[in-house]
Nanobody, 123 residues
Framework: QVQLVESGGGLVQAGGSLRLSCAAS????????MGWFRQAPGKEREFVSA????????YYADSVKGRFAISRDNAKNTVFLQMNSLKPEDTAVYYC????????????????WGQGTQVTVSS
């Protein structure tokens, strides 16, 4: 099993940037697909991005393509989400997830979750 802790959230103006980090503990981090999901008030949790164990494959929701970039550093047991050109509609709690998903965009396919970090984008 792994434990995940997100950090890096905060309040930014539209057009600004944030970099989220997800620090993992446990022995199996490098073997997992890592995903980022977000949940805004009154909305379902939605897929944002994912990356495979080697970092060779990345996936993005259409809403964030060209603005967000996911990466991982297995030696440091950390996955990142670089968020650029932020929009008010990006406001949500962002969650880091790990697992061996059958569908990287399906939250139900991930085994482990962090507690989330709040991202608020003002206009």
């Amino acid at each position: 099993q792994v434990q995940l802790v997100e950090s890096g959230g905060g309040l930014v103006q539209a057009g600004g940037s944030l970099r989220l980090s997800c620090a993992a503990s446990g022995r199996t981090f490098s073997n997992y697909v890592m995903g980022w999901f977000r949940q805004a008030p009154g909305k379902e949790r939605e897929f944002v991005s994912a990356i495979n164990w080697s970092g060779s494959s990345t996936y993005y929701a259409d809403s964030v393509k060209g603005r967000f970039a996911i990466s991982r550093d297995n030696a440091k047991n950390t996955v990142f989400l670089q968020m650029n050109s932020l929009k008010p509609e990006d406001t949500a709690v962002y969650y880091c997830a790990a697992g061996s998903p059958w569908n990287v965009g399906n939250s139900s396919a991930y085994a482990y979750w962090g507690q989330g970090t709040q991202v608020t984008v003002s206009s």
